[in-house]
């Protein structure tokens, strides 16, 4: 064998054998094997294998019943799952059984979405010669993009990982789903994934509507493939950034719903402050340190007012974080990122921290705030690393002098999930202050804008959006609540169609009884 060749068969067998550890980041030390990555060719097979179940999900019956199974089984392997989630996280029993319990309620909800059938967006116009000009006849609905691609946040085990929103909102949909692991949490990802496709066979359909792959290189070959019509990803900018580039470099480009990193901004009006300064610091200390900072909601950023009401503000915040635990981060690379990222703000000129974030031992990080004078940030210059979110238990305080200053950082902010304000109870009323215009001002900067409440927490209802703008999300649609099944659905409409060759879903008699508009009329569903 020449050099070049053993070289190459060196290369495949590396490729074959690569393992995937399980790694307990309390420690830094590997814990078991739990898989191998997959290889191109392997990563062809699974794909090739979602996409031959396509058909079988076609029954909103059955997709219902699967979405249900799969809650359940993952209910009943909750010890099992959550151990596996706090050895591989150490996020907690308590943190990880709330998860469990949330995303078990994604895929029912879903579940029910599918029953319901109004996602499928049913419209009836007939024929109509009146109209100018004339009208056809036109029927429309939605149908499931093809299998989707998922990857895995590392920050969120169950709920946006193998069993999580995007999964169930794209299988609900119909499109089979191929998740890559996020490596943060392999083992749990395999007792999930086993949930699912046990599901899956218990209700008839194929095991291969939903899989899973480990491995970097199985990344980028999923969003490569040509059968993948959709991907959802939630993770930084620059891994989301480079496959949301690479999706749009196919010679056919997909859709990719990207939620990669957000800020988080939090405005503090003067008389909010005057007011209860000392609840709104013990309450941000409470949210920017949930999960060791670590929740993509976590208020990165806040605009309080210098002066006595700030000050108390300050100093609520300042024992309150003084009394938090030192924590363990999901892996030592976001130690270290911490870290290095803290120490590189405190350094800058004007920043003070009154409770020092940073590394809490060797194998934790300690929690902390920093504080800067907001007309720092109101030009471009070096303070704009404060303007950048920074994974882990720290936000940033700049003080405030005046309404102009708050306006001016406002502008200079990018896309976030969320925007908030803390305003007094007369500002509430509206018979003070300016809280509507702040209101006004934050809304253009994120996708959910609180008043009065934290941000980490993210309840799944009908009415919630969790995207923004860009960098938040790539995308203007949601990963959490019942529209997220939007995301992998295209329209068709039917022209001049016989009538016995339309699908169920169209037909005049509306054998499906599905919610529908017939001539813009909403149908009264019996």
Known sequence: MCETQAAVTQQEESAVSAPVWSVDPRTGKQREQVAVEATAEEVDKVVRAADAARGALTDRTVRAAFLRTAADLLDEARDTLVEAADAETALGPARLTGELARTSYQLRSFATIVDEGAFLDVHVDHADATQTPPWPDLRRYKLPLGVVAVYAAS??????????????????????????????????????????????????????????????????????????????????????????????????????????????????????????????????????????????????????????????????????????????????????????????????????????????????????????????????????????????????????????????????????????????????????????????????????VLVNGWPTGVAVAPAQHHGGPYPATTSTSTSVGGTAVERWLRPVSYQDTPPALLPPELRDDNPLGLPRRVNGIREQQG
Do not use: W
């Not at 995007?166 to 086993?194: F, I, N, Q, R, W």
């Not at 030592?332 to 590394?359: C, I, Q, W, Y």
């Not at 907001?374 to 030009?379: D, G, T, V």
């Open 155 to 448: 920050n969120f085990p169950l709920a946006f990982s193998v069993p999580g929103g995007d999964t169930a909102s794209a299988l609900a949909a119909g499109c089979p789903v191929v998740v890559k692991a996020h490596p943060d949490h392999p083992a749990t990802s395999e007792v999930a994934a086993s949930a699912l496709r046990r599901a899956a066979e218990q209700v008839g359909l194929p095991a291969d509507v939903i899989s899973v792959v480990h491995g970097f290189d199985a990344g980028l070959e999923l969003i490569k493939h040509p059968l993948i019509a959709a991907a959802g990803f939630t993770g930084s900018i620059r891994g989301g950034r480079a496959l949301y580039d690479a999706a749009a470099a196919r010679p056919v480009p997909i859709p990719f719903h990207g939620e990669l990193g957000s800020l988080n901004p939090v405005v503090v009006t003067e008389a909010a402050a005057a007011e209860r300064g000392e609840q709104i610091g013990s309450g941000l200390s409470g949210s920017m340190t949930l999960g060791v900072g670590q929740f993509c909601t976590k208020p990165g950023f806040v605009l309080a007012p210098a002066g006595a009401a700030g000050d108390a503000l300050v100093k609520s915040l300042t024992e309150a974080v003084s009394n938090t635990d030192a924590g363990v981060l999901l892996d030592h690379r976001m130690r270290d990122n911490f870290v290095a990222g803290v120490k590189e703000r405190a350094e800058l000129a004007d920043v003070e921290a009154p409770v020092t974030p940073g590394s809490g031992g060797e194998h934790s990080v300690s929690p902390g705030f920093l504080t800067v004078p907001a007309r720092r940030l109101a030009e471009q210059g070096p303070h704009d690393v404060l303007l950048e979110e920074c994974f882990g238990p720290v936000t940033v305080v700049a003080r405030y002098e005046s309404d102009a200053e708050i306006s001016a950082v406002l502008g200079r902010l990018q896309g976030n999930l969320t925007a908030t304000v803390q305003i007094s109870a007369a500002e509430a009323e509206g018979t003070e202050g300016r809280a509507g215009e702040l209101i006004a001002e934050l809304t253009p900067l994120a996708g959910r």
